[in-house]
């Protein structure tokens, strides 16, 4: 068996968002969400390091005032994997070291759930992973929802805002709801800022799918656990609640 590798987790943080500006140092039980995140996803067993990756001051004090580590970014970038990749680079994390995308808005986020990203680099052979959730057909109706297919080995075949797989002879099945954690081997994710958008990541609005296109495989584990990410601000007294039930029962 390959030796397990190093993992970092780096959690892309901006103040700036179209629906919800600030979202980042919105405060949950007297604490930035940022914590929240930074605080579920230390208690991964298999984490080495987790660090906040941002563009603005004001959250790079407010990380430092609560003693989250942190690194600032360029402003520039198109995509979180892109803040990512520079964090990466500035905390020089080694070649062979696992690299994971921890989305910034998940303060509800399920340490399990990394561990079960991270478990499929037990092999050598393994450079991204994703995970996936079962839905119904009526959830999986929403282009909002992104699907995927996946092969017998968990290799990932497509994902797609439109409900694959079809169901040519009408019979109700169950579908996979992507879930956007990633983890990449640290040249995976050199190669990925390398790329070009792809044609089909362009008709899909998918970034996942650029890594397809250019032959790189992405493994996709299930898991029972969902997300509860924060969009809009009416999102957030959801998870405040979630997270007051979690406190009260520990």
Known sequence: ?????????????????SRFPGKPLS??????????VYDRARQC?????????????????????????VVMTS????????????AARTLDIDPEAVVVNIQGDEPCLEPDMLTELLT???????????????????EAESPDRVKV???QNGRALYFSRSMIPFDRDEKVHGFLLHIGLYAFRMEALERFGMLEPSPLEQREKLEQLRLLEDGIDIYVTETRHTCHG?????????????????????
């Open 230 to 250: 924060v969009d809009r601000p009416e999102d957030l007294e959801k998870a405040k609640k979630i997270i007051e039930t979690h406190w009260e029962s520990n």
């Open 27 to 36: 405060e949950i039980m007297g604490k930035p969400m940022f914590w929240h």
């Open 120 to 138: 499929p680099f037990e092999s050598s052979k393994v450079h991204v992973t994703t995970l996936a959730t079962a839905i119904g057909r009526k």
């Open 75 to 86: 402003s520039s970038h198109r995509s979180g994997t892109d803040r990512v990749l520079e």
């Open 149 to 151: 297919v996946r092969a």
């Open 45 to 69: 067993p298999q984490m080495s390091t987790v660090t906040l990756a941002t563009d603005d001051d004001r959250i790079f004090e407010a990380a430092r005032q609560h003693d989250v580590p």
């Open 1 to 17: 068996m390959s030796r397990f590798p190093e993992c970092h987790g780096i959690i892309p943080a901006r103040y700036e968002s």
